[in-house]
């Protein structure tokens, strides 16, 4: 299930010095987070379809560790990785502070447990093997440069677990929204109530570069789909 396009502008290569930095994103979600929650209710199919598929191997293990929900958000995908049975915990990390604020509120209504890290996806705050199984969907095309992504690539790699397992997804040209076919920077505008716009920056990949990317990186590829304009990859640790 592809991002919901309908608050976004037509896509257009942002202005050249255009502000690309993460504190940046991190100020774009602090200001948009409420509403953004708001139209983040349900977990997408793609990541449940992820849970069934590695949630049972995972909890048969001797030791099944932590639960990852990298740009975590509202913490739909972060609730469902609860279901997960044995989980030593499930961690949610995210650049914004409001967003966070929105998953505590989710957790506490819903009563399930996550731990919440306001952290960067390029420098995660955990341990080395410590996730056996996450989701990092919706963010990396966030991320404002090339050199950010591939580190949150390199460091999901890091925190994964021998056996770990982890979703990995991006927005992509293969959405019918776009009309390009090779990867490329834009800014999108969210529209807030009362009608201020607030632009939001996404790296579009082309299908192809988004899998040459997980290759160039520390994470094994294992396979990987187009499904409603973004690209999936399932994905493990360093081998």
């Known amino acids: 299930m592809a991002e919901d396009p309908t608050e976004a502008s037509d896509p257009e290569d942002p202005p050249q010095g255009s502000d690309r930095t993460r504190a940046a994103v991190r100020e774009t979600y602090d200001r948009i987070g409420a509403h953004f929650a708001e139209t983040r209710e349900y977990a997408w199919p793609e990541v449940e379809a992820f849970v069934d598929r590695h949630g049972p191997r995972i909890a048969a293990t001797d030791d ?41 509120n989710r957790a506490t209504e819903r009563e399930f447990a996550v731990d919440l890290v306001q952290g960067d996806a390029a420098t995660l705050p955990l341990a080395t093997d410590a996730v ?22 390199d460091e999901l790699a890091r925190v994964l677990a021998a056996d770990g397992r982890a979703l990995v997804s ?39 570069e988004f899998e040459r990317e997980l290759e ?14 973004n690209c999936y990859a399932d994905v493990a640790g360093a081998p």
Request: glycine content about 10%.
């Open 132 to 153: 056996s199984i996450g989701v990092y969907v919706a963010t990396l095309h966030h991320l404002p440069r090339p050199e950010i992504r591939r580190a949150s690539l």
């Open 64 to 104: 099944p560790g932590v639960g990852l929900d990298l740009g975590c958000g509202n913490c739909r995908h972060a609730e469902l990785l609860t279901s997960v049975d044995g989980l030593e915990s499930v961690v949610g990390v995210d650049v914004s502070r409001e967003l966070l604020r929105t998953g505590r």
């Open 170 to 208: 991006a927005w992509s040209t293969a959405h019918d929204r776009f009309d390009r076919s090779d990867g490329f920077d834009t800014t999108l505008e969210w529209t807030l109530p009362g009608g201020e716009t607030v632009d939001r920056f996404y790296h579009i990949y082309d299908p192809a």
């Open 216 to 229: 160039a990186s520390d994470l094994q590829l294992l396979e990987w789909e187009l499904s409603s304009g």
